[in-house]
């Protein structure tokens, strides 16, 4: 197994939870919020999480990730904002079994020079898999922290070999309302735009942290956290970080992010994690991580700032946010 250089943004050991609750279910009661509630809950949330094998991959084991615990399983993966099967994080995980992963097309598009469509098969034989653990900060105050497993995302724009008219990339969750039934409620009692966009400048798409993920903690993604294919921006909100991607598109222009378009006075495009600007509905100055019952100090740009504040030195971050 490849052991790959331990980089700066590496986790120090109580940054992250232990692994081997997740496979003890007798531990699960013992789980921050699953401690509340009854054992037929936890039993409930047990048959979500195995309801769909999972696939063990093949990866390079970074040295960052050796010897750490690990956020549990069941926490990244029944405690999940996946609007298109359910607005409550523990639905998807039920309702998930509807989404298909194979076969799955990723197409290519806008200013590249490979406009292409291919599945996500041919992608990984393209690419070398490995783990990283990172953290993961969502815009509504809660935290965690997981070893995902994928690829740099400039391994993927480089099978479209952008060209210089690219300034920015987009990203497009697969549109089909019988494998997501929130997509079917159309526009009318403040449904969202369906499919989900999201959207990164080139240079922090090309930048060593922006990772696609096709796993977590061993084994391919649970459907529920964004299968077959994701985006993982660690410093910026976790709704940056899209599912089940199938579209890819270039563009000149900045795109317009599905949250920008239905609340652009408390979403812009950025979303870089920033404690000194708060939400109108949340404060960012602190987080709770999700099975604690304490909150820390929120990092800027989520801890990542040595390796990502360059791309903004020049911005007000508060105008951009």
């Given amino acids: 197994m490849n052991i790959l250089r331990k980089p700066a943004w590496q986790l120090s050991e109580n940054e992250v939870t232990n692994e081997e609750l997740f496979h003890k279910r007798r531990e699960f009661l013992k789980l921050g919020a699953a401690a509340l509630v009854s054992s037929s809950v936890v039993v409930e949330k047990l048959s979500a999480m195995e309801a769909t094998p999972r696939t063990p991959l093949s990866f390079a084991k970074t040295s960052y990730g050796e010897g750490l615990e690990l956020n549990s399983f069941e926490q990244a993966s029944t ?13 998807p995980a039920k309702m998930a079994h509807t989404l298909i992963t194979s076969p799955w097309d990723v197409g290519f598009y806008g200013e590249c020079e490979n406009s292409t469509i291919l599945g996500v098969e041919d992608i990984l034989k393209q690419v070398t898999l490995e783990e990283r653990i990172y953290r993961f900060r969502c815009v509504e105050g809660w935290s965690m922290v997981v070893p995902w497993i994928g690829f740099p995302l400039k391994k993927l724009l480089d099978i479209a070999k952008p060209n210089s008219k690219a300034k920015y990339v987009a990203f497009k969750t697969k549109y089909d309302p019988q494998m997501f039934p929130d997509q079917s409620r159309g526009l009318m009692f403040g449904a969202i735009p369906y499919p989900y966009v999201e959207g990164l400048r080139m240079d922090e798409a090309l930048n060593e942290l922006a990772f696609v993920a096709v796993g977590m903690y061993g084994k391919e993604l649970p459907k529920q956290n964004g299968a077959p294919l994701r985006l993982i921006v660690p410093w910026k909100y976790g709704f940056k970080s899209i599912k089940s991607i199938d579209y890819v598109e270039f563009t000149i222009k900045e795109p317009k992010n599905t949250w920008q378009v239905v609340n652009p ?57």
Wanted: net charge positive; proline share 3%; glycine share 4%.
């Fill in 79 to 91: 405690y999940n904002n996946f609007y298109e099967f359910s607005t409550s994080k523990e639905k």
């Fill in 265 to 321: 006075v408390e979403y812009g495009f950025y979303a870089n994690v920033n404690p000194t600007v708060d939400h109108p509905r949340w404060s960012q100055a602190k987080e709770r991580k999700l099975g604690s019952f304490l909150k820390t100090k929120t990092l800027m740009f989520n801890g990542y700032e040595k390796e990502v504040a360059y791309m903004y030195k020049d911005m007000d971050l508060k105008r951009y946010f």
